[in-house]
């Protein structure tokens, strides 16, 4: 990116907090540089969880939740007229946020439980929502105790036979690890 950016820093107490590029020093990669929770002002125990950097405000971003809940909304309902620099409930406060991705396109994504299963979902099945705060939908059903452990971009050549993971529709149980896979 550059200077001219936007940056929105998500933390873990389901805020966003906003600000320039242009407001940080240009500083050498040996410097640490500065502490973004002093400088934004965070929350006691606030910890920041994800930062993405955008121009236009394009762009989706696909949240995945503990409970098997997956959430798309687009990335300029974070976009406001004032020069805010912090959004309260950024998003869903419903279940522990586990991953957050910004995506310009359809993407793919590799979904692991608690209880071994696995799911590979195209973000075209998770219906988008236009307000900030939205709960989503069920992508990933879970047994009580269970929760969704990662989330991640499919990375090709993960599994021998993908398309044994993939669905047309949710919400699915998941589906165990293949021998095949086991060996990789």
Not at 20 to 29: I, N, V
Not at 96 to 122: D, G, K, M, Q, T
Not at 123 to 140: C, D, F, M, Q, Y
Not at 153 to 181: C, H, W
Request: one cysteine or more; hydrophobic letters at 40%; proline letters at 4%.
């Amino acid at each position: 990116s550059n200077n001219a950016a936007e940056l929105l820093i998500f933390t873990d107490h389901h805020q966003v907090y906003k600000c320039k590029a242009s407001e940080f020093t240009d500083a050498k990669a040996s410097i640490l540089g500065e502490f973004l929770p002093q400088r934004l002002g965070f929350d006691a125990g606030e910890v920041p969880v994800a930062m993405f950097a955008t121009h236009d405000y394009s762009g989706q971003l696909v949240f995945f939740f503990a409970n098997g809940k997956a959430v798309r909304v687009p990335l300029n309902a974070y976009e406001t007229k004032q020069n805010r620099r912090k959004l309260i409930n950024a998003y869903s406060d419903v279940s522990p946020l586990i991953s957050v991705y910004l995506i310009r396109e359809e993407a793919e994504f590799l979904l692991r439980s608690s209880n071994h299963r696995y799911l590979l979902l195209n973000s075209s099945l998770i219906p988008e929502k236009i307000t900030r705060s939205a709960n989503g939908v069920t992508v990933l059903s879970l047994k009580a105790k269970n929760t969704v452990e990662s989330a991640e971009p499919y990375q090709a050549g993960t599994f021998v036979k993908p398309d044994g993971y993939r669905v047309n529709t949710i919400p699915v149980s998941g589906f165990m690890l293949k021998e095949a896979d086991k060996k990789k």
